[in-house]
């Protein structure tokens, strides 16, 4: 008898049908592939920071997205082996009774990057556009006088040699509300529930509806909105980097190769006796 051929599982981006409409099947992507290839995409990152410092370039990073979108993992992906020096990641709380009374773009000016930094906005001026419009904490005048004034205001931002890079996170709503609740049921993630998040779960299509105004209102030549669906983290952290260093025009430049000097015996004394007597931690693993 002839075995039956197991049949091969489809390859990422292959097409089944059901309930009538095509669909996208991905398959898994496993923890030893995604480590090798954000390994790989961190090393360029690496290299466009010296790129950056060397060249004194200003770049600017936006993210944006509903609440559990994936920012903070797709922020730790980016900065987790480069220098805080370079890549300074910007997450202001709530504006402070003197800052309700600035301009509204006021204070984030203030983060902006100078030569040889890359700043890393987790939430922005966009604040405006979503939660403020949606939670009631501004007028729709100043909704609609943001919306206006956000054009020039990023055009004037690329003029003076910042590189503005917009992300907006987009989480399906199935995928939101698992994420949710994975971030109630485990003690380690509750921390993650902002007073925002759970009544941004209620108005899902306020958001939507605020969302749409915004990209059509702010995706500007200059400064475009650049979607990034985030339902499967370990694809978009990768996605995103990988587009993130496409729209760079960065150089790998030569590195100098370091030596490690011989240590100086002069002044030397038994610099561990010295130590032996002091509050040691104990050593309990």
């Known amino acids: 008898m002839k ?5 091969a599982l489809p390859e990422a981006g292959a097409l ?17 592939r995604y480590e090798k290839k954000l390994l790989a995409l961190q090393a360029e990152l690496c290299a466009l920071q010296e790129w950056v410092k060397s060249t ?34 910007v997450a202001l709380p ?44 501004c007028t729709k005048e100043q909704h609609r006088d943001f919306l206006k004034n956000c054009p020039y205001i990023e055009e004037q ?15 399906s709503d199935d995928e939101q509300e698992r994420r949710f609740k994975a971030r109630i049921n485990d003690p380690v993630r509750q921390w993650k529930l902002s007073p ?22 702010t995706d500007i030549e200059v400064a475009p909105w650049h979607i990034l669906r985030s339902d499967d983290k370990k694809r978009a952290r990768l996605n995103l980097i990988t587009h993130l260093l496409e729209q760079i ?29 002091r509050r040691w931690i104990k050593e309990r693993y």
């Open 196 to 217: 925002m998040d759970l009544p941004s779960r209620q108005r899902w299509y306020e958001y939507s509806r605020a969302r749409d105004m915004m990209l059509e209102a």
């Open 94 to 137: 709530a504006p402070t009774e003197r800052e309700k009374t600035q301009m509204y773009i006021q204070r984030y000016i203030t983060h902006f990057p100078a030569a040889g930094e890359i700043v890393i906005f987790d939430r922005s001026w966009y604040n405006r556009a979503g939660v403020e419009l949606v939670m009631g904490f």
């Open 3 to 7: 075995k039956k051929k197991k049949k």
């Open 56 to 89: 004194g370039q200003k770049v600017m990073i936006v993210f944006e997205g509903r609440d559990a979108a994936g920012k903070g993992g797709c922020i730790k992906a980016i900065t987790e082996r480069v220098s805080p020096r370079v890549f300074k990641v």
């Open 16 to 32: 089944s049908k059901e309930l009538g409409r095509q669909e996208v099947i991905p398959v898994k992507l496993g923890r030893k």
């Open 249 to 277: 025009p960065y150089e790998h430049l030569p590195m100098k190769k370091a030596r490690l000097p011989k240590r100086s015996r002069k002044g030397a004394y038994d610099d561990e006796a010295t130590m032996a007597e």
């Open 157 to 171: 931002i690329v003029k003076n040699g910042i590189i503005l890079l917009k992300y907006w996170l987009e989480v």
